[in-house]
């Protein structure tokens, strides 16, 4: 029996499958992925070869399909990309049937699992290279070339719910990073052993290092943190933790001790450590509801990742299986000029890199923090062709919904910041913050 469904038109829009994913679609690849291979390792197991334009190299993907998969099924699959760790010798998406006994904690799951290459030390990130860009792009390979690919080639769902992220060390820093990236493609994200906070010490020296594993230069992947800073934040989950909001978020660490033996410590397994601790202090001050598994004695090693994969995988799977729900609150900050989030889509005139904000959103408003001029369109959330009262910083205006049910807004931010922030002479934090209301 072929495992692989035909695939073909990748270039083709990839529309949202219910209403609670509305306005939630992936973005369209700009140029797709070239299968080049594809071998079938079992009756679950299919590993492919592929060419990846934002790499531009060839790379592996592994794909375990569930028991008695069926691609005509009326249903479609949960898919959940698992995000393996650094140093690994081009195997990383290898790792979790080969070293962590996935295809027996799986067995009875009705998910598939998509394992994509990540680099020995890619981060997870489209490299810097000193201001010249990519390649390699590892973020553009896993969210505009791998994701489509995946939801044409296989009977997968498209709804965020059904989307599921879960990652190990450097992995663990992807899977939490694209999670706050792009919470409306994603519904849960679980970190093992993360490396989720570049602030600390060790996570500087250790993040700062990736770029050599994959023959690059110390700073390749998001530039010096001297002068940086603001790069090395926009992609650090710790900074990015009030986009966690939406997400069912898992952290799970042990603290690098083994029972018996006191003067042990596996130094990076507490580093990891701490920044897990902080990240989950971190939403605990935000107020979002996760989950930390502080499990004490452990090492950064693949038996305490299997006994995570044990715990954590049948929890993903029955949270898919619950009916998805429409996301109507969410707060988001970024460093992009321009931006999509549940529909919402943001556009900054600046001179200077920084944090904008869009906070607070619902049906009766927001909060934009940044500087510039900014546009922001609202999703389809309020009926068609209808007036509402929008008042934008205290100024109350009449504005009427497009026929899609969608508001235009011009906000005025200030005079732009004409430092990057936390460059030196670069004032701390927002310049400015804009109340937007709407009522009928």
Not at 254 to 277: I, T
Not at 344 to 353: G, L, M, Y
Not at 405 to 428: C, I, K, M, S, W
Request: glycine share 10%; charged share 20%.
């Amino acid at each position: 029996m072929a495992l692989v469904a035909a695939c073909s038109d990748l270039e083709a829009e990839f529309l949202p499958a219910d209403e609670a994913s509305a306005d939630l679609r992936l973005p369209t690849p700009s140029r797709a992925l070239v299968v080049l291979e594809s071998q079938e390792l079992s009756e679950r197991l299919i590993d492919f070869r592929v060419l990846s334009p934002a790499l531009a190299a060839e790379v592996r993907v592994r794909v375990l399909l569930p028991k008695e998969y069926d691609p005509q099924r009326r249903d479609p699959y949960p898919v959940s990309y698992l995000l393996h760790g650094c140093c690994s010798d081009g195997r990383g998406y290898a790792s979790w049937t080969d070293e962590m006994n996935l295809l027996a904690i799986s067995d009875l799951l009705d998910v598939v699992y998509v394992m994509p290459e990540g680099g020995n030390g890619g981060l997870y990130s489209d490299w810097q290279n000193a201001g010249l860009g990519g390649p390699p792009r590892w973020e553009t390979h896993h969210i505009r070339e791998l994701l489509p690919w995946v939801e044409r080639q296989f009977h997968v769902r498209r709804d965020r719910a059904g989307r599921m992220l879960l990652g190990i060390s450097m992995g663990g820093h992807g899977a939490l990073a694209y999670a706050a990236k792009y919470p409306h493609y994603f519904g849960s994200a679980a970190a093992l052993s993360p490396a989720i906070d570049s602030n600390t010490l060790l996570g500087r020296l250790v993040l700062d290092d990736g770029a050599l594993l994959d023959g690059g230069v110390e700073s390749d992947v998001w530039g010096p943190r001297s002068s940086e800073e603001l790069r090395w934040r926009g992609h650090n989950p710790f900074d990015l933790a009030e986009n966690l909001g939406t997400v069912d978020v898992v952290i799970r660490s042990g603290n690098g001790r083994q029972p018996g033996r006191l003067l042990f410590l596996d130094v990076l397994e507490a580093a990891v450590h701490e920044m897990s601790v902080n990240v989950h202090r971190e939403l605990n001050r935000l107020g979002i509801a996760h989950q930390f598994d502080d499990y004490g004695f452990g090492t950064h090693t693949p038996d305490f990742w299997e006994e995570g994969l044990a715990r954590i995988l049948p929890q993903q799977a029955s949270a898919a299986a619950l009916p998805p729900m429409p996301v109507r609150h969410f707060s988001h900050r970024v460093i992009d000029e321009e931006f999509d989030v549940f529909g919402w889509s943001v556009a900054v005139q600046r001179d200077a890199k920084e944090f904008v904000r869009l906070g607070n959103v619902s049906e009766q408003g927001f909060t934009l923090s940044g500087s510039g001029q900014a546009t922001v369109t609202s999703a389809t959330w309020f009926d068609s062709d209808s007036p509402y009262t929008v008042t934008v910083d205290g100024r109350p205006e009449t504005m009427v919904s497009d026929g899609a049910g969608r508001l235009h807004f011009n906000v005025d931010l200030g005079p732009p910041r004409t430092v990057q922030e936390y460059r030196f002479g670069a004032p701390p934090g927002f310049l400015r913050s804009v109340d937007v209301q709407i009522t009928r």
